[in-house]
């Protein structure tokens, strides 16, 4: 147990030094003026706030301490007789799975260190093969172009998938709950392993398959190699098929106003104002869930979608900026992730009104015009 929190620690101080290195003060940049558009305002000002000069060595340290927090999670596992303890520890383990990917978002934009391609392959390396996730190429084409240019959209990827699984407006509270949760059922067992299985088959022809192969065989034999056998079925095998999958999903929903309604003919970040949300956590409750659904900049995502190439480091900033010059970007504000509080709903409870049917008809917010 004295190694697990030795290397706890350890993650703990690079998590620091990286937070210290690009520490945000934006006080000096100017405010719109008085009804002007604060998203072309501030986008001349926030090109800056990607990559900085040492981020060759921060970006990768990312990974690292990332995976010396999940190293000191499976010790604290092996050493404990708890399963209360344990069971934290397989969601702590879930919760860096989440900020893996989140790194790997940031590489997919571009904004993780100034060496995209060395970027990109780490990050197929240390999570997308591992965790049988897309290559980093599909999930750029994926999400940066076809989600980031149709957001909420008919021909919006992310869309597609909830409309594909039932989960859309119209139907029942006891649907809406499951659809929720679907990751935890039968059926959403069953569609994660279908889909790690779709992921290796369109690898099958090319080098990527090898790598795959490599990446998981490296984390089953180290976990083997220790005799760390059922750590390698509760801290990997089910993070990769129904945890991870849950959080990723809970994040998924939350993150937009999905099925409001826009007008099609404005401009794009206008669009993103209307159905998009910014969402704070409050409290140690809220802590918590930011950290681990919605970790490294996720809980801002609507400043992300404003300005994607921005590095998670600074998106708190950014999202305080928006709500104080922009009345748009802070209207749909919502307080946690099922219980609203502060005269706002929750992320998810906004989601609610709108899918649940009442008396054949869907609950509804007034359409955005």
């Known amino acids: 147990m004295v190694l697990a929190l030795f290397l706890f620690a350890v993650a703990s101080l690079m998590l620091a030094a990286d937070a210290l290195y690009h520490r945000a003060d934006l006080s000096h940049v100017p405010r719109p003026a008085d009804g002007t558009d604060a998203v072309r305002h501030y986008r001349k000002y926030f090109k800056g706030l990607s990559y900085k000069p040492l981020d060759w060595f921060f970006g990768p340290m990312a990974f690292a301490w990332s995976y010396l927090f999940i190293l000191a999670a499976v010790l604290a596992f092996h050493n404990t007789d708890s399963w209360a303890l344990k069971f934290l520890a397989i969601l702590f383990v879930t919760g860096r799975f989440r900020a893996l990917q989140e790194i790997g978002h940031h590489a997919a934009h571009g904004s993780l260190g100034p060496n995209r391609r060395f970027n990109e392959i780490i990050t197929n390396l240390l999570y997308q093969f591992p965790a049988f996730m897309p290559e980093i190429r599909r999930r750029h084409q994926v999400h940066v172009i076809e989600h980031h240019h149709s957001v909420n959209t008919e021909d919006d990827p992310d869309r597609l998938e909830m409309v594909e699984k039932g989960f859309v407006p119209g139907i029942s509270a006891m649907q809406y709950w499951l659809g929720v949760f679907r990751p935890l059922t039968p059926m959403g067992i069953a569609e994660r392993l279908k889909e ?174």
Not at 257 to 264: M, Q, S, V
Not at 338 to 354: D, H, M, N
């Open 196 to 369: 790690c299985w779709g992921y290796i088959v369109i690898d099958m022809w090319n080098w990527n398959l090898l790598l795959r192969i490599l990446s998981v065989a490296a984390v089953v034999t180290l976990f083997a190699y220790f005799g760390f056998y059922t750590e390698l079925l509760f801290l990997y095998v089910v993070p990769v098929l129904i945890t991870y999958p849950l959080f990723y999903w809970l994040a998924h929903i939350a993150l937009h106003r999905w099925f409001a309604t826009c007008e099609t003919d404005i401009p794009y970040h206008q669009r993103e104002l209307a159905l998009g949300r910014p969402t704070d956590f409050p409290g140690v409750i809220g802590a918590v869930v930011k950290h681990n659904i919605f970790p490294f900049g996720d809980s801002y995502h609507l400043a992300h979608s404003l300005f994607p190439a921005v590095r998670w480091n600074y998106l708190p900033a950014v999202d305080n900026l928006m709500k104080r010059d922009s009345p748009e970007y802070a209207n749909h504000g919502s307080v946690g992730l099922f219980f609203g509080s502060k005269g706002k709903p929750s992320a998810l409870g906004e989601l609610r009104l709108r899918m649940i049917q009442n008396d054949g008809k869907s609950l509804s917010e007034p359409q955005v015009a």
